[in-house]
């Protein structure tokens, strides 16, 4: 047995499906999805093929940032459910091989918090210092809020002490005071109790806000709080992650897994790379995405990238230049109302795409071919669109499609009483739902299967070593994997014109040949190791190099 067991690594080679439980099927026909709900289709998740869920905040909310404002970590919002119910879905889940890791949301509190109830009734409260005070009005430009036009600065004035609260987001999602260590020890206990739960880790909300130190604290290096936290997590449970949300360049993403030693978050998105994707696209011209994965730092064995195309708030695209942003804006977003603070875009993949089920295949064929491990946002793998008529990030957040019934079989009740209403354009239930897909072999929702299937038997993609491949095809990225178990080769051309691209494996041994693990074919590599093809109009394949005798049947 080696030191690194990669199956005790099993986040490398997930298929990570993002959902909310008040949108994904309501059970009790009162309109907002539940726990029960999700127990039902359990089945369907496991058979597209995804090993991870994470769940979204479900715990007690005031709800005004989607149960981002929680007002009690070890609740369960009792519109969703019990904690008999999330046990019995993660116990589900687990007998289908799928485990299961959810939101801590420890940035912030709600401000209905009984914490910060208690810290506002009195400036003596022991919970005072659960939260980051300051006696003088902030000074004039101040540092803004996440989301402009919602919140006016980060300082909100509490009119019993006459003192001011930080929150980084909302009004009323006071930050946390993670220089106290009282709050730290909360944290860890809820940790803990969520772990004791069955479940596998945790999506780390806004990590570089949660991080950021109150001026003047006395308190070491901000990362040993983390590397705490981390610890904590291990000691509890050793196969469980902390996938962190950390919106910044990559030079400093690094500093979030710490570094060389990798004791810190196990994953995090990479924001960098989805933004450079979405110009690519745009442009359809491969470099700029080759650009950032050339830059994109390479990490030690026990950490790892998470990619994606989408997820629950907007398309952030603050990571381009101002031209670049327009040039996707311009592209992907027209319409003003498809905008959101200035840098973002409010709509999901498709509709941008002019729903063109080639480039949208194109679109998630990169999605998993890219080096890490693929994160879905719930209704991507059939291609649900959004809500126009819903302002803001919420476009995106509206009920899973299941079939052209009412409600898009997501509920039994009236319309009005959705939780959310489905979109009622080409992308409505009538013409993007499950049922339908599940009936046609040729549906996007039977492609994502295939793409989740071919991801889990290559364990290339999530351990290999990344290599861009020469060739002359400007409009085409070729790129390989190369890991102990083998070789991967993923070719994709982003513009409408077939082109031919023609590339070199030198290395390979004689008599070497590339299997398509799409279509069944076999592609013999020439002398000096040389092949070539023809690429069609956002085309896509993914090929594995078979070496004489490596006894690979797939
Ligand atoms: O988002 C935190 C965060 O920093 C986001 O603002 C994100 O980086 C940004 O939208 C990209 O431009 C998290 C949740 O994902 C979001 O839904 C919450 O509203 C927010 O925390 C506050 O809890």
Redesign the pocket.
């Known amino acids: 047995m080696k030191i690194t067991d990669t199956s005790d690594l099993w986040w490398k080679t997930a298929v990570v499906y993002c959902l909310d439980v008040e949108t994904f099927l309501d059970s009790n026909g009162d309109g907002v999805g539940d726990l029960q709900g999700l127990g039902q289709r359990i089945d369907y998740l496991a058979q597209l093929g995804v090993t991870c869920l994470w769940l979204m905040p479900f715990y007690p909310t005031p709800d005004r940032?989607?149960g981002?404002?929680i007002s009690d970590f070890y609740g369960i919002d009792p519109r969703l459910g019990t904690h008999g119910d999330l046990v019995e879905v993660i116990r589900t889940a687990r007998d289908r091989g799928m485990r299961v890791i959810v939101d801590l949301?420890v940035?912030?509190t709600s401000d209905r918090h009984p914490w910060f109830l208690a810290a506002k009734r009195s400036v003596d409260s022991p919970y005072r210092d659960y939260y980051i005070w300051r006696s003088d009005a902030p000074p004039k430009g101040q540092k803004n809020a996440?989301?402009p036009g919602q919140a006016d600065g980060i300082w909100e004035k509490d009119e019993k002490s006459g003192q001011w609260y930080q929150h980084s987001?909302?009004e009323h999602?006071p930050d946390l005071n993670i220089a106290n260590p009282r709050v730290r020890d909360e944290i860890a206990k809820v940790i803990g109790f969520w772990l004791q739960l069955g479940i596998s880790g945790f999506r780390v909300?806004?990590v570089?806000?949660l991080l950021e130190i109150p001026e003047g604290a006395d308190i070491p290096e901000p990362h040993d709080l983390l590397k705490d936290i981390r610890r904590f997590l291990q000691r509890r449970s050793s196969e469980a992650i902390l996938l962190g949300?950390v919106?910044l360049p990559y030079e400093q993403q690094i500093e979030y897994f710490g570094g060389e030693s990798g004791d810190e978050l196990t994953m995090q998105f990479d924001?960098v790379g989805m933004q450079a994707l979405y110009l690519s696209l745009v442009r359809r011209d491969p470099a700029p995405l080759i650009e950032a994965l050339r830059s994109r730092p390479e990490l030690g064995t026990e950490v790892q990238w998470a990619n994606f195309l989408r997820?629950?708030?907007?398309l952030?695209l603050?990571k381009l230049s101002d031209a670049e942003r327009e040039e996707v804006f311009e592209a992907f977003a027209p319409d003003e109302r498809q905008r959101v603070?200035g840098?973002?875009i409010t709509r999901r993949l498709p509709p941008m795409l002019e729903g063109d089920p080639r480039r949208i295949r194109m679109a998630y064929s990169l999605l998993f071919t890219l080096p890490g491990t693929p994160v879905l946002f719930y209704g991507e793998e059939i291609g649900m669109g959004e809500n126009i008529e819903i302002p803001g990030?919420q476009a995106v957040r509206t009920p899973m499609q299941w079939s052209d019934d009412r409600n898009g079989g997501f509920s039994d009740a009236a319309p009005s009483r959705l939780v959310a209403a489905p979109p009622s354009d080409g992308y409505a239930p009538t013409h993007v739902n499950v049922a339908t897909q599940l009936e046609d072999r040729g549906s996007l929702l039977h492609f994502v299967r295939d793409l989740v299937s071919r991801y889990r038997i290559s364990p290339e993609l999530g351990w290999g070593a990344f290599e861009v491949v020469e060739q002359p095809a400007s409009s085409v990225l070729v790129h390989s994997l190369t890991a102990d178990v083998g070789r991967f080769v993923a070719v994709h051309n982003f513009s409408e014109v077939p082109v031919e691209t023609r590339f070199r494996l030198p290395d390979e041994p004689d008599g070497s040949a590339l299997v398509d693990l799409l279509h069944a074919a076999r592609l013999p590599l020439g002398p000096k190791g040389v092949v070539a093809f023809e690429v069609p109009a956002f085309g896509y394949r993914w090929l594995r190099v078979s070496r004489p005798g490596d006894g690979r049947v797939t």
Not at 311 to 314: K, R, S
């Open positions: 940032d989607d981002y404002d949301v940035n912030h996440v989301f987001f909302y999602q909300d806004a570089p806000f949300e919106n924001f997820n629950h708030d907007e952030t603050d603070f840098r973002g990030r």
